[in-house]
């Protein structure tokens, strides 16, 4: 019979140095950064993994230098690539897991506008109240992109890189073309 395993609890020990070798991973809560980013080069024949925590090192990199925030851009909504207007945040509807610790603590950080690390302190023991996954049906996991929209949608980013709409509404004609001689 096999313990179960406490993941979260793996991932800070790990995280502290308490376990050797064991490696990042996005989204592991390991530090305080909002935006979690792990960049990671590994190979076989080396038999090593290099990873630089691109959240951390940013950071380190943005004090270091004056005026480099010019190339930093953040907006407030997320860009679904199947949707033509930009969304809001959204609660957690997941029907498959609950609520990835980490991203529960960055959640509740945009939204009170407090650090992650103040959010985690206080959170650590209201674990209850941890979104849960969804009822069957209910989730993300259900929900099917409007096709039509999809399509506007990529119509638009691909005209804003430069493509004519003409030459987008005939690669659409040349793939439903394609689908249909597959079927
Ligand atoms: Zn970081």
Known sequence: MVDKVDIDAVLREAIAGEIPGVQWLQGDDGCDCLYERIGAWTNPYLGQTHQIRLCCAWDAIAKA???????????????????????????????????????WYRQLAVKTGMPV???????????DERPR?????????????????ARLALLQRLEATGWRPEDVIASFKREDQEKERCK
């Not at 004056?66 to 957690?92: C, K, M, S």
């Not at 996954?133 to 929209?149: F, I, L, M, N, T």
């Open 133 to 149: 996954k969804v009822p069957k049906g209910a989730g993300r996991e259900s929900r099917q992109p409007d096709p039509k929209e």
């Open 117 to 127: 690390a103040a959010i985690r302190q206080e959170y650590q023991r209201r674990q």
């Open 65 to 103: 230098i004056p005026g480099v925030e010019a190339a930093v851009q953040t907006l407030p909504f997320y860009y679904d690539n199947n949707r033509i207007d930009p969304q809001t945040h959204q609660e957690w509807d997941s029907e498959e897991m609950d609520m990835p610790l980490g991203l």
